[in-house]
């Protein structure tokens, strides 16, 4: 399902973002620390269609409106392996031209209302190597660190409640 805001249109993913979705992973900025090798980046793609296609929801392929251009992906994600019950994950990556002008919040803030209005979701997180004020500014609340996926790096995680979202 396509979604709009204001200077965004997310689509649902498709085969050939892949390729988009290895360049802006090839930026080290936009991995922020993390190794992604290529067969990684397939993978993610790959998970991407198959989320689709099983859940009805999944990453979007994020399109600036006035440009046409692709931007980066935002995520309506499961996290398989997450260690906690709720494993439904906002996220977003965007190429660094588009930083700082409110593109993730706007993202984010969609992302949150389809999961909510449109799946019944009632809780969702994000995860990330270090805090970020769009979580925040989406509504989500720090909810602790932990380890997960690589034992020498902490991650904080967040997450809003269906309760919360629709006051």
Known sequence: MIVETERLLLRPWRE????????LFADPAVRGGR????????????SSLRQWRVKGFGPWAAIDKT???????????????WPEVDKI????????AWWGRGFATEGAL??????????GLQRIISV????????EKAGLTHRGTRYWMNPDVPVVWYAIDRAAWSR
């Open 67 to 81: 440009t046409g251009c692709w931007i980066g992906r935002i995520d309506l994600d499961e996290l398989e392996d």
């Open 35 to 46: 190794n992604l090798p290529p067969d990684r980046t397939v993978r993610l793609a790959e």
């Open 16 to 23: 050939d973002d892949g390729a988009e979705l290895q360049r």
């Open 110 to 119: 969609a992302a949150l209302g389809f999961g909510f209005e449109q799946h």
């Open 128 to 135: 990330t190597a270090a805090a970020h004020g769009v979580m």
């Open 89 to 96: 994950e906002v996220g977003f990556e965007l190429h660094q």
